[in-house]
């Protein structure tokens, strides 16, 4: 019975083996954990549309927005780990886990992180008709009005974090305005619904270079180039600003090693393509290429460096 037994578990291994030196044999779905038409769901599908090339096999993009990512991460959480569902998202997926008090996941066990696609910086904006040009004008504006409303895609994103812990050190009267994704509040900050916003360069970048918004400052730990004059926050005398939006890519827990590897490499090589690292930089941001270690490094490191954040800035779970 322990021969019969260790024969049919050598098969197993074997098959397994195959399946994976096969992979893939069958389409793909990459779950973008937010809505069409934002930064991580443009990506997704460039990169989808390359890694459809390379491979000869075709890969689906599906769309499962809400609740800050947990929908779209919780539901390839419970897929098998073979490589066929990968989750796509943003820094929510390290802030989560800090933010939140209960999760229906494990983020540090459930997932195998794959690739880093893109960083991007994000920007402290006010509407144009304030005649607001630099943040002493706005320390200005903060003295004589009792609340500034700021505006970001959501509750839990980089954004969000980033205004609260600005609210914290500097002493602005700012309220935070969630709202359904990053196009509505750019929308209303464009028409003065709200005064003051903090997004992504993607988002921010069509609306900086018409001149609809103006940028005060960036979180990040270096100047934009293309926007050299704006200042960091870090310059400005506010410490803790090297807070960046980036898009990643997972699947679950225990998928092959040679999965994992065949995606890293798949992940770059498509990030890489003239198309698609051009595009990435005229947003403002960085193209991702960090091989699978260092991915995971980076991944641990940025739930950690997060979860101070949330803690010093007294952010609570709204």
């Known amino acids: 019975m322990k021969f019969v037994f260790s024969i049919s578990l050598a098969a197993l291994f074997i098959s397994a083996a195959h399946a994976a030196d096969a992979y893939p044999s069958k389409p793909v779905t990459l779950v973008v954990a937010y809505a069409a038409g934002g930064m991580t769901d443009i990506l997704t599908r460039k990169v989808a549309a390359d890694l459809q090339a390379q491979t000869g096999q075709t890969f689906v993009v599906d769309n499962k927005p809400g609740a800050t990512g947990q929908i779209a991460t919780e539901y390839v959480g419970r897929r098998p780990a073979d490589g066929y569902t990968i989750l796509v998202g943003a820094t929510s997926h390290v802030i989560n886990p800090a933010l939140k008090k209960t999760l ?126 704006v200042p960091t926050l870090n310059e400005l005398g506010y410490k803790g600003f090297e807070l960046t939006t980036w898009v990643g890519a997972y699947v679950p827990a225990g998928t092959p090693p040679q999965v994992l590897d065949m995606l890293n490499k798949g992940f770059r090589k498509a990030i890489a393509m003239p198309a698609t690292s051009e595009y990435i930089r005229s947003t403002g941001s960085e193209p991702g290429d960090m091989d699978l270690p260092t991915y995971r490094a980076f991944v641990l490191s940025e739930m950690e460096k997060w979860k101070g954040v949330i803690q010093q800035a007294g952010v609570k779970d709204e």
Do not use: C, W
Request: net charge positive; hydrophobic share 45%; aromatic share 8%.
């Open 104 to 229: 229906p996941y494990d983020a540090r066990k459930a997932f195998d992180p794959v690739a880093l696609l893109a960083i991007s910086p994000n920007f402290v904006l006010v509407n144009a008709g304030l005649n607001i040009r630099t943040f002493a004008d706005l320390k200005a504006y903060g003295k004589s009005h009792p609340s500034i409303p700021y505006g970001t895609a959501g509750i839990g994103g980089a954004p969000h974090i980033i205004g609260e812990l600005l609210r914290a050190q500097s002493g602005l009267p700012l309220v935070h305005v969630a709202y359904k994704g990053a196009g509505p509040a750019m929308a209303d900050l464009v028409s003065g619904q709200v005064p003051f916003g903090v997004a992504e360069s993607v988002t921010a970048n069509a609306y900086l270079k018409s001149g609809k918004i103006v940028p005060l400052a960036i979180a990040s730990a270096r100047r934009s180039d293309q926007f050299p004059t």
